[in-house]
């Protein structure tokens, strides 16, 4: 619905751009990250605002240690499970054709 917005999916993508640059064997493509976005954002209780008031008062309420907690434990999670099983070949893997495996993305990550 137009005007709605599911403000955790800030603050969990806030937390997965910030833990994965001190994750090197972990894939930080594009597709992985909206995995591990979607694993989160399905497990965490959803925060919607549809005013400027209502994300205010979100703002607020994540400041509280144990809802940085809970999305921190959730990213965490989610990291570890779409990292070690990612919906792509492993990067830098040979593929079929011969050369190096690359994401869906085409990209690969440093």
Do not use: W
């Not at 709605?4 to 994965?20: A, F, H, P, S």
Request: with cysteine; proline share 9%; hydrophobic share 35%.
């Amino acid at each position: 619905m137009e005007g709605l917005k599911n403000l955790m999916e800030d603050n969990v993508e806030q937390t997965i751009n910030k833990l994965l640059p001190s994750m090197p064997n972990i894939c930080s493509c594009n597709d992985c990250k909206l995995d591990m976005a979607t694993y989160a954002l399905n497990r965490l209780k959803p925060k919607y605002a549809r005013t400027s008031r209502g994300v205010i008062m979100h703002r607020f309420d994540t400041l509280s240690t144990q809802v940085d907690a809970e999305i921190l434990a959730v990213v965490v999670s989610a990291i570890e499970i779409i990292g070690s099983h990612p919906h792509h070949p492993p990067l830098n893997a040979p593929s079929a054709q011969g050369g190096v495996q690359t994401p869906p993305g085409g990209t690969v990550p440093k």
